[in-house]
């Protein structure tokens, strides 16, 4: 199937798609009703369910950003009252994180393609991943509970004392909304450890892995070996909301910095959850709009494991001003710039991979290019709070919103944002309006520069994080951020609309529409129920272009 | 008000200085790759664009050198910010020999601030210029954070613990203090300011020019401990049940079960709420808990009278008191990143 | 024919039968150990009390894990992953430990001049 | 032992294969299945020990600030019981060991017995459990205590007419952490009793074959984890200080 020679349009994707028809039989009409979608163990459909409640979630959480940036428009706390604000920052903050971030790239792009990328019919434990989901949507029942019934208002960090003994919000149900959910991410974690190890297609070694799945591999990591430390901690501040025992409660004997340091244990690699995967996509991504193998493959495979080991080891750098010690301080920060080297191979090593490629700009390549750009700024201001002595002023200031928001938004959020335009012809089997995603994608950098830069220099005039009211002289930051805010609300909404569109009037899209490498793209679009007529037999390296001979099916 | 350049906050202490040099060298690392790689991805992206729709990449994997080039010099530049920002923050963790001290109580909603020489102040502080502050500061209730953006300081209020951070206010003015730690509802009302004052100016306002006169912190605390009735037991006489305090704060004090500890501010304040914890030697353990009884100030207080007794040669409490401490003197420092309370000093067993 | 990746296939699945023999000399084991623990806890060794307590628990869960787990007849990756358990315990717990024992050791100003 | 035929498409879940009802369409034979699910019960084993970490982190830490307490605390609980808990507890780890050798021979009778010992020694486990508990919620004499106290660290619990137990908060840490280590084990306890109903309904109807008998091997690896978490309980939590 030789695509024929003609001037490459910006859209490249449709030229090769216009001859496409939609395979009879796929995953998706193999049986209907909602029975066979409710109680599916194909871990395609799981993909997808996760796709629409985490989509509910991002668009909840993304509400209370709104609310938080109105309210901030003014100096003064005229929008909401202080206590309806804190708790909007609150919810913003657990609904974005735990309910959107975490699971949004592995449970969604990562449930869907590992098998495919794999080689395998499906994942390890497919009644497990269809667990995983339920406690995924009964973790969100009970935070939408604790949301209807009042909401949480103690910052998604739950710190105590002030979590434990003097809030009155609905801490109870969101704490154990969190618990909840933390073991669906920790099924989720299991599932793809076992299925990378046990479940490769024939002649797939290690290093012939996609770094898609190193990537997710490297998280499972951290969903195994973190997320029990933060389900414990949430368990006891409950145990001590409910029965005053005083395991950090100061008065009575314990240690508030005990919190800190049990929560931030997980909390931190919990940044790298989020983020590995993004930068998995973007190494899919790359490699396939450049049409060419990813620059220095084991560096970057390795340097996702690096970031998922040494991020254990960082978490001090969130208490350099709490109270912990300065020798521990030191250990920490010394840590800390540690685990930035990983990640600045991983940015340089995409740089090159640019070098003498054949690149195309097809949405996903432009979300590419903007999670380079703003990773590389999130991580570099890693690098200012990984200094002792400018943390000291900039903690729990907006220069460290930023910093995070940097990373999660401008990192993981395109990413996400990439990988789904990027597969969403395999996943649906019709192809994206690529105009449309183009505008979107544009206004997504736009919108996120403008609301988050400022918040860096803002932060660094010392306004403090999580103010209702705030000092005149910040007013001009935050009015620009909350107009960034808005065109970033607009620029969100867009794909929602042209991908829902998309997914009945686009095109056929064919099995392998960006011509490109990948078992995934080996089988058709929708992939069937077994993703593969015949088990691949994978014979050549990953990404190779080069025109070696076809990877020989079965 | 704030008169500072709109882009970083005055710098109106010594450390300030110190803090922004790094944060600017650390600006012009981050703009220096930032368009090393934007401008790359730029070049590449246009250079190397795709011109046929058939057209593949070249087949480059990789090369070691590179990989090992732009590992080293991240590490190097990481060692080299690392050892920067932990010299400027040991400059900062560190207070000098001899500072002013003021205590910081956080409490839900307000900084109360209170100077040894009796004055008492919510929100506000008046501090002199050129002279080195220690603030010692702690919380009533929930986790607070001590920030003073113009002098790049910021220290947690940690309930049940004294922890400290020092400045040297270079410029006078009035500058924001926050509160950095979320603490509920009003966490945004919990600001004030500081007023740095020429050093006369500030002894006026000592002076009850522009407070109340009133009784010393120490003075406050010997009435406390009269009207609590810890003379009863604790003056140092034959018959008393309770150890000496004279010269205790900085003495090491031998404990019940054999092992000695340092009486510092925390063990003070242990001591009044939770007496059993550390029983002195040769005492019996009959004194009652004051908790809830004392507030946080009333133990800063009653710390301060206890550090200006006056010490005998000797004093009785168990354990060798160094000698001949003058009235008034520095009062003990919370030991450093603070002890917590009961057990820190004790060996495991 | 099933195209099949015989190099998923550690040894652990051709399954190493234990004899029952094992099984019973390691519980007579533990059991030893339990009452050795108990007895050591009534003599003062000082500060060595809580290592002794600890080296006896770990030998006993050494033993369970070993025999009565079969980690000794598993593959290399099982190995792994029992060892990774304990290096993130180990790491939770020292670098938590790194902060609770260097309280009160910054060089704070002498306190008497 | 592995068999060549490829499973026919059919619908997800076991699915008829000559001669082995148990392999599931996504495994190629049933050792990759049984390695699989191997690998996967010691991934969660190591999860399982990092959400009890978090508690063992506490517990490190207040044994440094209130070891007095530790000490006052641990002479409260009932040495006999804890020993013979421990003793109860390895013995069904060995039962549990046997039941999943006489699986892996095909001795069926064997394995139900086996298995049916593991459950009668995890409910005495479970019941001298309970007896410690009730005794920790009346009045009686601690050593320290100059009066009665209940030992629940409820904080209006562990108060005696009004004034907090002398010995104060130091010994409350303790029995907090006695309560939330040993409460967790115990719910894991009932977890795991609850499955090996489920294991041993299976057994009696003849499910497992020395082919296929990963049920009853990954309830092993549970249980025996779980005895793994009360071997360290028991010196940290009952043998903090004996001697005097």
Known sequence: MSPEITPVTTAGAHILARGAVMPARHYLNESGGWKSWLLTTDHKRIGLLYLFSITVFFFLGGLFALAVRLELLTPAGDLMSADMYNRAFTMHGIIMVFFFLIPSIPATLGNFLLPLMLGAKDLAFPRINLLSWYLFIIGGLFAVASLIGGGVDTGWTFYAPYSSMASNSRVLTGAVGVFITGFSSILTGLNFIVTTHRMRAPGMTWMKVPLFVWSHYATSLIFILGTPVVAITILLVAYERVMRVGIFDPSIGGDPVLFQHLFWFYSHPAVYIMVLPGMGVISEVISAFSRKPIFGYSFVAFSSLAIAVIGFLVWGHHMFVAGETPYSALMFSILSYLVAIPSAIKTFNWTATLYKGSISYETPMLYAFGFLGLFLMGGLTGLFVAAIAVDVHVHDTYFVVAHFHYIMVGGTLMAYLGGIHYWWPKITGKLYPEGWAKLSALLVFVGFNLTFFPQFIVGYLGMPRRYHMYPPEFQVWNVLSTAGATILGVGYVFPMVYLAWSWKYGKPAGDNPFNVKGLEWETTSPPPTFNFDRTPVVTDATYSYAPQKEVNVG | ?349 | MSAYNAELEPEEYHEHHVPRTTYYAIFVSLMVLTFATVGLAFLNLGMFNVTVALAVAVTKAALVVMFFMHMKYSSPLIKLVGFAAMVWLGMLLLITLSDYLTRGWLMAPPIVR | MGDAALAQAGGPGTVEVHGHSRLQHHFDTLGQQKSAATLGMWVFIAQEVMFFGGMFCAYMVYRIWYYDGYVAGSRELDLVLGTVNTIVLIASSLTVALAVNAASEGRRQATVILLGLTLVLGLAFLGIKYVEYASKFELHHAHHAAANVRLFPMAGFFHVDGELAPVGNQMRMFMLLYFALTGMHAIHMIIGVGLLLVIMWMAHKGAFSPQWFTPVEMFGLYWHFVDIIWIFLFPLLYLVNRHH
């Open chain 2, 1 to 349: 008000m704030q008169a500072g350049t709109p882009l970083f906050p005055v710098q109106a202490s010594t450390m300030a200085s110190r803090v922004d040099n790094l944060y600017f060298f650390l600006i012009a690392l981050s703009a220096f790759f930032t368009v090393l790689i934007v401008a790359l991805v730029a070049y590449f992206a246009v250079k190397y664009r795709r011109r046929r729709v058939d057209e593949i990449g070249a087949p480059i994997h990789g090369s070691l050198a590179l990989e090992l080039v732009w590992t080293g010099i991240p590490l190097i530049l990481a060692m080299v910010l690392f050892v920067w920002g932990a010299s400027v923050y040991f400059a900062l963790a560190r207070p000098p020999a001899e500072t002013l001290d003021i205590y910081a109580v956080g409490k839900q909603w307000m900084w109360k601030f209170q100077h040894r020489e009796g004055q008492r102040e919510i929100n506000t502080l008046h501090v002199p210029a050129n002279v080195p502050v220690r603030m010692i500061i702690t919380a009533e209730d929930v986790l607070h954070s001590l920030y003073i953006p113009s002098f790049r300081v910021k220290m947690d209020a940690i309930p049940g613990r004294y922890t400290q951070l020092w400045f040297t206010a270079t410029r006078t003015g009035e500058y924001h203090v926050f509160c950095a730690e979320y603490c509920g509802t009003n966490h945004s009302g919990m600001i004030g300011s500081v007023y740095v004052m020429e050093p006369e100016q500030y002894q006026a306002w000592l002076g009850g020019g522009g407070a109340p006169q009133g009784a010393s912190l120490a003075q406050t605390g010997e009435q406390l401990f009269t009207q609590l009735a810890c003379v009863t037991c604790h003056t140092g006489g034959p018959t008393q049940r309770g150890p000496a305090l004279n010269g205790l704060l900085g003495s090491t004090v031998t404990l019940e079960g054999g092992q000695s500890v340092t009486a510092t501010p925390a063990y003070v304040r242990e001591s009044i709420l939770e007496p059993m914890a550390k029983v002195v030697a040769g005492y019996p353990p009959i004194m009652p808990t004051f908790q809830g009884q004392v507030s946080e100030e009333q133990i800063l207080a009653l710390t301060e009278y206890i550090k200006s007794l006056p010490a005998q040669g000797g004093g009785a409490h168990g354990g060798a008191a160094p000698a001949g401490a003058p009235a008034g003197t520095q009062p003990a420092v919370p030991d450093g990143g603070t002890a917590v309370p009961p057990g820190s000093q004790q060996p495991q067993r």
